[in-house]
């Protein structure tokens, strides 16, 4: 078995991949990656002061109008600039839908579904925010989390309805006032807010507490190298409430749910990030009560040497060991604590 290799991308092979319903997309960068050189990835300066990740429904306008005006600046970029908007969006893409083949092997290279789905989405939001930072010329900057499984946070957060922050291509029914469902399958449920709510608590309980008791079932399965190891097993936090709300935040009325509904798109909304940090954050309280903090959460080799491939806010090809993605506090970044209340919520 393939279990001593690395999972990682083969930048030489940028290829054509598929949506999420077999539809043929392209999304490679415009010149090859392999082309550039590539730094190992440093922790930054521990004299840079601490980023601080607070609910997005408690930013005040000075914060909306600065993180705007990052999204304006970033999708000004040309495309061939790594920091464009698109480009970013387009990393997504790239990885969620397999146009790299995996190193020393023809099969596509795909973060989701498995245990690599957390530790990517965590280093893709954590050079968005610090390209924005940089951008701002604001070493403080931290992104705003959804936190969708408060009931103080499930609704769309009211900015992301105005201006840069708007995607024309959501579900209208789904904007404010209406309540999140977290569990959404395509169908609606049609409950009253208070139900909906309800029902939304007891279901991050069963995705938080109940239903991931194993490493493996939060975290995804253990996929190896080759042929072997294509597991496909997401953690509950996940299948939903990740790709739940990912659905149903897109827009009905195009074939994958575009944009949020479907990977090869969904980071062209600007809400992505607002919703990876909430996935983040739970990752974070989830390992604090399994491990009390800095343990990893598998001891592999494979996992935690394996590495991804960023441009960083200095637009230099970064490579990323998953070891170096599993502290937040040597990212330097945190979490305004908020309240959990689906920690009652038992159904
Ligand atoms: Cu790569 Cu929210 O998905």
Request: charged share 25%; aromatic share 14%.
């Amino acid at each position: 078995k393939h279990r001593h290799g690395l999972l990682a991308a083969d930048l030489s092979t940028c290829h054509r991949s598929l949506t999420n319903a077999d539809v043929p997309v392209y999304c490679c960068p415009p010149k090859r990656e392999s082309d550039e050189p590539v730094y190992d990835f440093q922790f930054s300066n521990p004299t840079e002061p601490k980023r601080i990740r607070r609910p997005a429904y408690l930013m005040d306008e000075d914060y909306i109008a600065k993180y705007e005006k990052a999204i304006k600046i970033m999708k000004q970029f040309p495309y061939e600039d790594p920091l464009n908007f698109m480009r970013q969006a387009d990393m997504h893409c790239i990885y969620c839908n397999g146009a790299y083949n995996q190193l020393n092997s023809s099969y596509w290279y795909k973060i989701h579904r498995s245990w690599l789905f957390f530790p990517w989405h965590r280093i893709h939001v954590y050079f968005h925010e610090r390209i924005v930072g940089k951008l701002l010329g604001d070493d403080t900057f931290a992104v705003p989390y959804w936190n969708w499984d408060h009931p103080d946070g499930m609704v769309i957060p009211e900015f992301y309805t105005r201006g840069a922050y708007v995607d024309k291509d959501r579900d209208r029914a789904h904007l404010p006032p209406e309540i999140v469902d977290d569990s959404f399958d395509y169908v609606e449920k049609g409950l009253g807010p208070e139900e909906q709510i309800a029902s939304n608590l007891a279901f991050m309980y069963t995705q938080m507490v109940s239903g991931a008791k194993k490493t493996e079932l939060f975290m995804g399965c253990k996929r190896f190298p080759g042929e072997e190891g294509d597991c496909d097993g997401p953690g509950t936090i996940e299948l939903a409430p990740h790709n739940a709300l990912h659905a149903w935040v897109g827009s009905g009325l195009q074939p994958e749910r575009e944009n949020m509904g479907a990977f090869y798109s969904a980071a062209r909304d600007p809400i992505f990030y607002a919703h990876h940090a909430n996935i983040d954050r739970l990752w974070t309280v989830w390992k604090l009560k399994r491990f009390k903090g800095h343990e990893p959460e598998f001891v592999d080799t494979v996992w935690l040497d394996s590495y991804f491939y960023f441009h960083d806010e200095n637009r230099r090809l970064v490579r990323i060991k998953i070891r170096d993605c599993l502290d937040i506090e040597k990212l330097n970044y945190g979490y305004e604590e908020v309240e959990l209340p689906w920690l009652n919520a038992r159904p």
